[in-house]
């Protein structure tokens, strides 16, 4: 059984740090593409960072250089760490993997994601 849990978020002052944590288990970690997405109200889902089983990640360019996207490969758990979060930043944050195909590089793009956790809130207040 596929399983992705987040946790992690919560609410913050604009300028503040959090941290998120997707454990997983029930696919090959090893084989896929692990990302960050969030989805606020009346917005359609977005990409936010992803990784590859070899760690090279791409972040959009909104959250450039303010969050980090990192796996630890002997936990099968993915991380967000979120540094000087702005209003902007409020959402519902999803954990999501997908199949990472030999030769190709990890899209940021939702539909290539296969599985999907229930998200975590973060709530940003300025």
């Known amino acids: 059984q596929v399983r992705l849990v987040e946790s992690g978020g919560g609410s913050v002052q604009a300028g503040g740090s959090l941290r998120l944590s997707c454990a997983t288990s029930?696919?090959?970690?090893?084989?896929?593409?692990m990302g960050w997405f969030r989805q606020a109200p009346g917005k359609e889902r977005e990409a936010v960072a992803v990784?590859?089983?070899?760690?090279?990640?791409m972040n959009a360019a909104s959250v450039k250089g303010r969050f980090v996207i990192s796996r630890d490969n002997a936990k099968n758990t993915l991380y967000l760490q979120m540094n000087a979060l702005k209003a902007g930043d409020t959402a519902m944050y999803y954990c999501a993997a997908g199949p990472h195909r030999l030769g190709s590089i990890c899209y940021m793009a939702v539909s290539v994601y296969t599985y999907w956790g229930q998200g975590t809130q973060v709530t940003v207040s300025s």
């Open positions: 990784v590859d089983r070899d760690g090279i990640r």
């Open positions: 029930g696919f090959s970690w090893t084989r896929s593409c």
